[in-house]
């Protein structure tokens, strides 16, 4: 599914070109090329340590050829059941508008059933062009599974509890990949002349790690052109030295291909065998990549990349090693140094080191893009989110984030300072992941594929099978080292719980509580209090309804702005919401009380940037629904009854509005900005405060007017000065600023988890006026106490 409209407002390099032309071609090649620096780094150094971790334990009493031979023909129908047929095959076609991963997976079912437990969605968001599944509108049909999954709100927590498990376990691999990686690279100095000691390769192993966590806030778009090529050599490099192995050592090793092998193999090592496919699964770490980094590029680059270069270099390399270690048994334990000709040995031991380092910085930042994901869907605790790069496509740091995992790493690397025991834990993180995938896969064939469960069922049995078989193999090596990865799986999963759990008692607080509209309406145009100067941005969660913050307000502080406007910025189940369809505009009163409200969209991977248009976007966007209410006779009339909740949707891009108004930017002598609509005479003239270039950090000051001369409808052109004079007068944010406790009459549980848990995290996160962008010279909090 790579059809995106070009008009969403995705960067260019997730918009389609023309099908069936060179341009075309070269695009998905080009993409290919730079999927190799960011999809495969990890899944490309794999090698360095499978052979050793695979040969442990009771195993080390069946190294022998045969055995040899049966552990290439495990690694060879893995690759190619796992990461070719199920993942290139399968798995890739199965995104979300261009994204991919667990939380992809997951708004689809939410899209297509009503799985969701985001509080504040609407009917007007499956109006969004992204919001439907694919290039042509499918029919959802209602089926008993999917009736009785959306009756039990149990199985919906389960579901997103499944998801963010797999969430922790993706997280859980930032921690482990780079300890893993740079430890198996840097072991090679082991095998040279001067014998380093394993406390010096440990020195250096942590040396590479601080450096590599340190230099994460450049951003990696400033070594992203070095990532492709090191690791395009380091395929061609392992495929060479394995080529050269099997010539010199075992030619017969391609007969090793047959699964016969595989049934050997288990005949004659029996459990043991079966043990030690806890490490055999590591030559498939890195696979979820190829889904999780699909908005990047595209099904058929990844697909190209793989199918054509990484799968046939890896499976060369791993037969190589075999036929090496077939002939050296004593080499098992450096089993990929050891493999290496004399002559080469350095230029692969730094193309090695490299290699590693670019796997790392994949899994880094595919951690910081999860943690972004969870936040968004109201999962995760606000963070701050760095762009580190105006032109690359969601790359992001977070430095809080960045400095939990370095110390986490460092951790692993001096607490084990082994590749084995961290494999262990390696592996239970890969193939949960994988298994979890597998799952939500088998809902997406049956509710959003719309395909009968006799089809899904195969792909369930079939790979759930092979994945629960190297699960419990690895789950046997919980007590060497697998305990780690579910331990940081277990702590951020209650973080994430308790998150998302406070946000919705708070969001039902809110709900159950908000302002009746009589009442506002009872009290008349001037709300029986002094209406001051100026525009007042009330923010609340709430989508639909008057929040209680401003019965609270008017109550403490009998004085309100001219112009209120009810803000509410909420995030869909979908992973981009195009820039002409993120203002949602509406009426909550009659148009003589001057309220609206304004509901900002945006998708789980959109980015909220401080860009300080913000207000002149709002205010364009509420001028310009004024203008098309106008159209609507019934709506008009002074004596108007609310809008029971219906709006509409008001670009905000410049030049593209439903309605017709074109908005063009001319800078002239005195700086003026005009905008002009072609449905109505109306000019805005919004005019610097300053006629020098404002800094970069210097937010923007613009006075909007109105031209003499125009023939637009007496009561509109009144709303309209009533607008921009109350924007010249100033704009002020209003918040809540909110306690959470718990009721005395709640148990146990809930008080641990609202009063300390929910509290802790909301007292040391950031507050939601710097999440939101928010000016604190503008700010106006209002406290608030809310019993859950």
């Known amino acids: ?383 701050k989110i760095v762009h580190t790069s105006r032109n690359i496509y969601g790359q992001i740091y977070i430095p809080e984030i960045n400095w939990i995992l370095m110390i986490l790493c460092l951790a692993v690397t001096l607490g084990f300072q082994d590749t084995t025991i961290i494999g262990n834990a390696y592996g239970i993180a890969c193939i949960t992941v994988m298994f979890i995938t597998t799952c939500l896969m088998t809902l997406i064939i049956i509710f959003v594929w719309q395909r009968s469960i006799l089809l899904a069922l195969p792909f369930l049995i079939v790979f759930g099978f092979i994945e629960s078989v190297y699960l419990s193999a690895a789950i046997t090596k919980v007590a060497q080292g697998g305990w780690l990865p579910l331990v940081l799986s277990c702590i951020f999963m209650v973080i994430m719980y308790i998150w998302h759990y406070g946000t919705c008692k708070k969001y039902s607080y809110d709900l159950n509580n908000k302002v009746s509209l009589k009442w506002i309406l009872s009290l008349g145009p001037s709300l029986q209090i002094a209406r001051v100067p100026g525009i007042g941005l009330i923010y609340s969660e709430l989508a639909t309804g008057v929040p209680s913050i401003f019965s609270h307000f008017i109550t403490n502080l009998p004085a309100f702005h001219n112009v209120l406007v009810f803000v509410c910025v909420k995030v869909v189940p979908v992973p981009h919401v195009p820039i002409e369809e993120r203002f949602l505009i509406g009426r909550p009163c009659p148009k003589e009380y001057r309220m609206y409200r304004c509901i900002v969209r945006y998708g789980y991977m959109d980015i909220q940037k401080d860009d300080g248009n913000f207000e002149n976007q709002l205010i364009q966007s509420i001028a310009e629904f004024i203008q098309m209410e106008s159209n609507y006779s019934p709506l008009t009339s002074s004596d108007s009854s609310p809008m029971d909740g219906r709006m509409a949707v008001i670009s905000a891009r410049p030049g593209r509005s439903i309605t017709n ?66 924007k010249e007068a100033g704009i002020a944010y209003i918040m809540g600023h909110s306690y959470i406790k718990a009721r005395r009459s709640s148990s146990f549980l809930k008080k641990l988890a609202i009063d300390f848990g929910y509290s802790f995290l909301r007292k040391n996160c950031r507050g939601p006026a710097v999440a939101l962008n928010i000016p604190h010279i503008s700010l106006i909090e209002v406290g608030m106490i809310y019993y859950v």
């Not at 050793?52 to 009493?61: E, W």
Request: net charge neutral.
């Open 661 to 726: 108004l074109i908005v063009s930017e001319e800078e002239d002598d005195d700086d003026v900005i005009t905008i002009q609509s072609c449905s109505s005479p109306v000019c805005i003239n919004p005019v610097f405060s300053d006629g020098a270039a404002p800094r970069r950090t210097a937010r923007r000051q613009v006075r909007f007017q109105l031209p003499p001369n125009s023939s637009i409808n007496d009561s509109v052109r009144e709303e309209l000065i009533d607008l921009i004079e109350a």
């Open 1 to 383: 599914m790579e059809s995106i409209e070009a008009e969403s407002g995705l960067p260019p390099s997730l918009r389609p070109v023309p099908q069936h032309s060179w341009r075309n071609l070269s695009r998905i090649l080009l993409l290919a090329y730079q999927s190799f620096g960011v999809v495969y780094g990890d899944l490309s150094t794999s090698p360095l340590y499978v052979y050793t971790s695979t040969f442990i334990g009771k195993l080390q009493n069946h190294q022998n050829e045969e055995a040899i031979f049966g552990v290439f023909s495990l690694i060879f129908w893995a690759l190619t059941l796992i990461p070719l047929i199920k993942y290139v095959f399968i798995v890739l076609s199965a995104d979300d508008n261009g994204e991919g991963g667990p939380f992809a997976l997951y708004s689809l079912l939410c899209r297509h059933a009503r799985f969701s437990l985001l509080p504040n969605q609407q009917a007007a968001d499956e109006e969004l062009s992204t919001y439907k599944y694919g290039p042509s509108t499918r029919i959802v049909l209602n089926s008993p599974l999917k009736t009785f999954l959306e009756k039990h709100k149990k199985l919906r927590t389960a579901l997103l509890l499944v998801v963010l498990f797999g969430a922790c376990m993706v997280i859980g691999d930032g921690v482990l990949t780079p300890a893993i990686s740079v430890i198996s690279s840097v072991s090679g100095l082991k095998e040279t002349e001067r014998k380093l000691t394993e406390g010096e390769v440990m020195l250096i192993a942590c040396c590479i790690l601080v450096g590599l966590f340190t230099l994460q806030h450049y951003g990696t778009h400033r070594v992203a052109f070095l990532f492709a090529p090191v690791v395009i050599i380091w395929l061609i490099s392992i495929a060479g030295i394995g080529i050269f192995n099997i010539i010199r050592w075992n030619p017969k090793i391609w007969h090793a291909t047959s699964p016969y092998f595989i049934y050997k193999f288990f005949r004659e090592t029996g459990k043991d065998g079966w043990i030690s496919l806890g490490g055999i699964l590591l030559c498939m770490t890195g696979t979820e990549a190829m889904f999780a980094d699909l908005g990047h590029f595209n099904a058929l680059s990844i697909r190209i990349a793989f199918a054509f270069v990484v799968y046939p270099c890896l499976v060369l390399q791993y037969m190589g090693q075999a036929a090496f270690l077939s002939k050296n048994l004593d080499s098992i334990p450096y089993s990929f140094y050891d493999s290496i000709p004399g002559p080469i040995y350095w230029p692969v031991f730094v193309i090695a080191t490299l290699a590693a380092i670019v796997g790392s910085q994949a899994v880094i930042s595919a951690t910081y893009s999860i943690i972004k994901q969870c936040h968004a869907l109201g999962c995760f605790p606000r963070v």
